[in-house]
């Protein structure tokens, strides 16, 4: 599902002029099974200075983030009524990307993945076993959701310990485009503020991080790294011009955002309440 939202930006090296910003959410018709196996992760990079930085070493940080990224296909809510009952396949309603954050079992995504708190959650780790799960909670802005997985067994991520990230700053994504399998994105740090806030279909932020980088649809939720396997953003968007052409350019929330959500949410490690006390407003530019 595509939503649309035109806008003028000024960034510090020049004006864009109008821009339309795209969901990075898959939108489902249909029930969905996930296949289950081992995970292959298809590595994409532009020609940029990331790239060489990163490329050489993508086959070691694949392994220490990949068993904390899963995709997921996020279940219609059973009506109260039990109008679904078991033997009823519920409706998949979207599918996108996440991260598990605790090892209890949470998991971040974008809010525009999960739709509405008590949805019913299939997610697919990196061994290929599928989780159920429920989504918990949900804000609308910042665009954020919480799911709570059953007997999660994987690895959660770790968190940088700071927001702040240098202009220029290589950094990687994972997410499932629709019809293409596990991605691995190699971009870089434009800017840590967009400098404005965006809105589209009852959710959004207040602002993000802009990243050179070309995602998809399907890769909403998913999880942005540095070079030492550390979290430090949750991809939200991506952008292109009036005509549908991609900019190369994305959007994602900074790090502390997930923090100050999560910890709220539930009883987090003392790294996340660390990251949820400190604010990417303070990062000098």
């Not at 289950?36 to 992760?41: A, F, I, K, M, N």
């Not at 990230?165 to 499932?176: D, E, M, P, Y």
């Not at 396997?229 to 939200?236: D, E, N, P, T, Y």
Request: with cysteine; charged share 15%.
């Amino acid at each position: 599902m595509t939503i649309a939202v035109k806008f003028s930006q000024r960034f510090s090296s020049g004006v864009i002029p109008v821009v339309a910003l795209a969901l990075l959410t898959s939108a489902c018709a249909t029930s969905t099974n996930l296949s289950t196996g081992p995970r292959t992760v298809n590595i994409e990079s532009g020609a940029t200075p990331a790239a060489a930085i990163l490329s050489s070493s993508m086959n070691s940080l694949l392994q220490q983030t990949s068993p904390s990224y899963l995709t997921v296909i996020v279940n219609e809510k059973a009506s109260s009524s039990g109008a679904q009952d078991r033997d009823e396949i519920p409706k998949a309603l979207t599918s996108g990307s996440g991260f598990v954050v605790d090892a209890a079992g949470y998991l971040l995504t974008a809010g525009h993945v999960a739709v509405k708190a008590g949805n019913t959650v299939d997610a697919r780790g990196s061994e290929g076993r599928v989780y159920r799960g429920k989504v918990v909670a949900i804000q609308r802005s910042p665009d954020i959701a919480l799911i709570k997985l059953n007997n999660f067994s994987g690895i959660p991520v770790s968190p940088a310990s700071s927001p702040c990230i240098r202009s220029g700053t290589a950094l990687f994504s994972l997410g499932k485009p629709r019809a293409q399998g596990d991605t691995a994105r190699i971009g870089q740090l434009k800017s840590m503020s967009f400098g404005r806030p965006v809105t589209y279909s009852g959710f959004g932020y207040p602002d993000a991080m802009v990243l050179t980088m070309s995602t998809r649809k399907g890769e909403s939720g998913g999880p942005l790294f540095n070079k030492q396997a550390k979290l430090s953003g949750m991809m939200v968007s991506t952008l292109s011009d009036g005509k549908g052409r991609s900019l190369n350019l994305a959007h994602a929330l900074p790090v502390d955002m997930l923090a100050k959500f999560a910890c709220s949410k539930f009883s987090c490690s003392p790294a996340w309440r660390r990251l949820a006390a400190s604010s990417y407003k303070s990062c000098k530019s």
